[in-house]
């Protein structure tokens, strides 16, 4: 496969949908014998063990504390101001930093500029 690593939770949701596909097609169709219907149980079973087993240890929440860039939509949660609002202050910070309108902005660029903590704002937006 290369260098190229599927990201399993996506991965899960697709197994998920096949197999809850391949339980009710048969099904509406009249199809379905009791092999088939028992190892799509067990698929289905089997994926949502591990979907709670994730969200239980926290690998979910993990995933999404990775997120280093901050989007109009999070200033907006912050401010509790418009989204036209929190497009302009991105806007803002963006001329600051001569940023080009394809660069992210980073959670660190946003609080060095609002004067915020970064903790903070991490806990609220994640």
């Given at each position: 496969?290369?260098k190229?690593?599927?990201n ?6 697709i197994?998920?949908?096949f197999?809850v ?7 509406l169709?009249?199809?379905l014998?009791?092999e088939s219907?028992?190892?799509?149980t067990?698929?289905i079973?089997?994926?949502w063990q ?5 969200m ?9 504390a990775?997120r280093i ?8 949660v912050?401010t509790?101001?418009s989204?036209?609002y929190a ?15 394809y ?6 660029e946003f609080?060095d ?8 704002v ?5």
């Open positions: 496969m290369g190229y690593k599927p399993t939770w996506y991965a899960q949701r197994g998920a949908v197999a596909s391949c339980l009710i097609m048969p099904v169709h009249g199809s014998d009791s219907y028992y190892l799509c067990i698929v079973g089997t994926l591990k979907h709670r087993k994730g239980e240890s926290g690998k979910i929440d993990k995933i999404s990775k860039c901050i989007y109009p939509k999070d200033l907006q912050l509790g101001k989204e036209r497009r302009k202050v991105v806007a803002k910070i963006r001329r600051h930093y001569e940023k080009d309108k660069q992210l902005l980073t959670i660190k609080c500029y609002m004067g915020l903590e970064e903790e903070e991490k806990e609220a937006i994640i």
